[in-house]
C-alpha cells in the first residue's frame, strides 16, 4: 500500500504521543501485525462540545468538554469523567488510550473511553455544577449508554455527579438506566467497595511486588503523593491492612512527614474538616511536594496527576518500588532513568485498575438488579488483581522488559485477538 494512505492522520499532542511510544515499544517486541498496530494507535471516536451553562447569576457561560473512546473491540467503552481546568484533548485521549489496555489488562469486556471539561469545579456553586454536568452528559449521550459507553468518576467528579449522569441519561431516555455510569451512591445502583476500590487495588499490586522483590511489606515505608480517593484510600489500607508505615502523604497544598509513620484516619479526620487539604496536620512535619518524591522510602505512591515523576526528579529518587496510582505520573525520559536504577514500577495500567474493575462488578450487578456484600467485593477483586499482577510479571520475565511493557503485551495480545476475530468491516 502507498504511504500516503497510512500515516495521514493528526497528531493528538505530545501526551498521547508518549503513550503511544508506551504501545509501540510493547507492539514491537511481540512483533504486532501492521494492520493491527495503526488501528490500535488511534481513537476511534472523538467528539468535543461547546455547550452554554446559565450561571446563578444569569450569565451563560460557554463551556468545552470532549468524550473519547480508543477502542470497543472488546465491548462497550469504559472510563471517567475529568473536570479540570486543564482538561484538553490531547490529555482525554491519553486517557481513553490507556482505558483500552487497563480494561485489557485486567481481561473486562471493555474497550477504552475518557471524558473531560475544561472548568475548575470549585468556582461553581452546587447548582452550577448541577446544571453543567446535566447540560454536558446531554450534550454526549448520543455516544453513551449501558452498551455503548460506560462513564465513571475521575479527578474532581464523584458519586453525587453520577447520579446526575445518570438521572439526566434516565429523564432523556424515558428508562430508569443504572448501569449508563458506575461510581454511583450505594443506594443508587452503585457498587460496595467503589470508593475504597482503586486505593485497594494499589495497596494489593504494592504487596504483590514486594513479595517478589523478597521484601515483606510489614517492614516497609511509603510516601504517597496526592490524597484523594486513591491517595487517601491507599494509605489507609497499605498502613492498616498490610501494616507498612506511611511516612508521608502530600496533597495540592503542601506535604507531611512523620518518621514515626502518620496516622491515617486521623489525616483523613483532618482533610475532611479543613476544606479537602492536609495542609497545617499537626500530626507531623511539613514536606515539599518535591522532597515527598525522592524520599528514602521503600514503597513510593504517585497518585496526583500526570507528569509528576520528571527526569529531574526521577535522578533523585530513592524508592525501590513506584506504584502508579495516577494515571501517566512519569514521563517516559524519567521511567528511562528509574529503570536504569534498578526501580521496580508498577505501571498505571496495572496499578490503579481496581477502581475499573469494580466499576465492572457495579455495572455487571446493575444489569442484574442483584447486589453483592462487600466481602465478595474485596474478595474477587483480590483474585483479578493478585492472578493478572501475576500474568504480567511472568510476561516481564519471558520477554525480559519492563513491568509496563509487560502490562502493555498482556492487554495488546488480548485486544489483538479481539480485533483479528471481529475483522475490519466491512471486508
Ligand atoms: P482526587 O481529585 O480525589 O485527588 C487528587 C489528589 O491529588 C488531591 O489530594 C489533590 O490535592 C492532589 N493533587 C493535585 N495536584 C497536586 C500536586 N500538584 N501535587 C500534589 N498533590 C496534588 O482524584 P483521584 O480520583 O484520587 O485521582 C488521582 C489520580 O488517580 C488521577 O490521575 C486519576 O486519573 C487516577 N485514577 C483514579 C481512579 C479513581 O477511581 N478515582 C481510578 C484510576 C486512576
Redesign the pocket.
Known sequence: MEERHLNHLEPLGPLYEMAQNQFLKAAELIDLEENIKNFLLWPQKILTVHFPVMLDDGRVQMFVGYRVQHNTARGPAKG?I?YHPNVNLDEVAS?AFWMTW?CAVMNLPYGGGKGGVKVDPYKLSERELERLSRRFFSEIQFMIGPNKDIP?????TNSKIMAWYMDTYSMNVGVTTLGVVT?KPVDLGGSAG?AE??GRGVAIVANEAADVLGMDIRNTTVAI????????YAAKIISEEYGAKIVAV????G?IYNADGLDIDDLIKYRDEND??IKGYPGGEPIS?RDLLTLDVDILVP????N?ITEDIARDVRAKIIVE?????TTAEAEKILLEKGIFIIP?ILA?????TV?YFEWVQDLQSFFWDIDDIRKKLKKMMVREFGEVYKTMKKFKTDMRTAAYIVAIDRVASAVRKRGYYPM
Open positions: 471517567g475529568r486517557l487497563k465513571a468518576p475521575d479527578v474532581n461510581g467503589r476500590a482503586t503523593q496526592g490524597f484523594g480517593n486513591v491517595g487517601s502530600s496533597d495540592i497544598s506535604g479537602g487539604v511536594n497518585a496526583a496527576l500526570e509528576a496510582g495516577a494515571n501517566g505520573p498505571d490503579n485498575a481496581g477502581g475499573v466499576s
